[in-house]
């Protein structure tokens, strides 16, 4: 549990999630697509899916390569999210024809490059939240006002850790080469799953029962069902086994990694998330760029305007890195977690060179609406942040 921003007010209570419609996600674009060039933009609709399932569908329906489709961000498989993929030398004919089970394509434009990680704007959400508190229309303003004004807390949250929640002890095992630790996480533990197959099969791993695990494995487990399968023809040869994991899951867990470490980072600087010190590494929220704080009061003022923030550390190979008691704290938490930046040099095309991100965003345009127990709220975010750590502020259910 991350320490609120907003801790002096009570919380509203309520559940998010509650059906997919609850929780409706729409990328902002950081450009429209010129109509013209080798690549096609393929604007979606997905429900109840990630953005990786959704992209395998479509690529096997076109009959493309899965390393061929670009997107700007990953979004969650819980809620209904309308998002741009690209593809190359398909007709918009063809992809408009489309039917598949969970995505639904909704508009085809041509552009001259491929879409990349990171070409987003932000995003606009349309959140229902149930069940909230009497007292929520009093409190609501109250929270929205601090959070404007210092702003939310950039965490990553829970929803960055996967469905077992341990995406990043698997990206911790690969930096540390630890490939049997890898393994056994990316197995993960039989009570942290609901379904009982499922469950079954993961406790059949932990006795040793590869070839029964293998056989209970549902068929959705498609990473467990082909690391086992290379674990029952080469019994204990975990880094071999661990490779037949795709290289974006592979960078998802890396990431992961990065994530919460980023997070400690937040937790620790939460009350003064909004203030300067000598030695921080400035972010610009117009451009990304970071610049080393020399004389915090002077800079405190385009921080009170949100034109800079305090970043955090992506850690990297090649991350810049700040000085004085930022640095001192960063060491700390990569120190705790047994690491040291030369491990993020990771071979076979999963180097992570590591950058900085801003500990807090702006939130922009938020309205709501109240009937009865049932909160309507819409906002917007910068890319890369997350909902959740929104509404947590808000709710303090999670």
């Known amino acids: ?4 921003l907003t801790a002096n007010i009570p919380g509203i209570g309520g559940t998010i999630k509650e059906t997919l419609d609850d929780f409706i996600v729409e990328e902002i674009p950081l450009y429209i697509p010129v109509g013209s ?19 395998r569908r479509i690529a096997n329906a076109l009959k493309i390569s899965e390393r061929d489709v670009g ?14 993929i ?28 491929k879409l990349k990680l990171g070409h987003l704007k932000g995003n606009r959400f349309n959140i229902v939240i149930r069940g909230v508190s009497d007292s929520a ?50 197995i993960g533990q039989s009570d942290a799953v609901r379904n009982e197959e499922w469950s079954a099969a993961i406790s059949a791993y932990h006795e040793g029962e590869i070839d029964k695990a293998l056989q209970l494995f549902p068929r ?9 399968q290379r674990l029952v023809t080469r019994p204990g040869e975990y880094e071999k086994a661990f490779s037949a994991i795709h290289p974006r899951l592979k960078k998802l867990y890396l990431s992961a990694a990065q994530s919460f470490l980023f997070d400690q980072v937040v937790n620790r600087r939460i009350e003064l998330i909004d203030e300067l010190m000598v030695g921080d590494l400035a972010i610009k929220h117009i451009n990304g760029a970071c610049f080393l704080v020399e004389d915090a ?27 004085g008691a930022a640095l001192k704290l960063e060491q700390e938490i990569l120190e705790q977690a047994g690491l040291e930046l030369t491990l993020f040099d990771m071979p076979g095309g999963l180097r992570m060179e590591g950058e900085r991100r801003a500990l807090r965003v702006p939130v922009g345009e938020v309205s709501w609406s109240f009937l009865e127990d049932v909160l309507k709220l819409e906002f917007t975010l910068p890319r890369g942040s997350y909902a959740t750590s929104f509404i947590r502020e808000i709710t303090r259910q999670f």
């Open 220 to 228: 959705h487990c498609r990473s467990e069902r082909d690391l086992l």
């Open 1 to 4: 549990m991350h320490p609120y």
């Open 137 to 186: 229309q009093q409190k609501l303003p109250a929270i929205i006002e601090i959070l404007q004004k210092r702003g939310a807390p950039n965490y990553f949250g829970y929803q960055r850790y996967g469905a077992q929640g341990n995406s990043h002890l698997i990206g911790m095992a690969m930096l540390k080469r630890d490939w049997h630790k890898a393994v056994n996480c990316l």
């Open 86 to 113: 690209s593809v190359q030398w398909v007709t918009s004919e063809k992809a408009l024809a489309l039917e598949l089970d969970g995505v639904r394509v909704l508009s085809a434009i041509r552009h001259s490059n």
């Open 71 to 84: 997107y700007a961000g990953l979004k969650d498989a819980v809620g209904v999210t309308r998002q741009t």
């Open 297 to 323: 009061a002077q800079e405190q003022e385009r921080a009170l305007s949100f034109e800079i923030s305090p970043s955090g550390p992506m850690f990297g190979c090649k991350m810049k890195s700040p000085e």
């Open 37 to 55: 060039g080798e690549h096609l933009y393929l604007m979606f609709e997905k429900r109840g899916i990630t953005t990786l399932e959704a992209i």
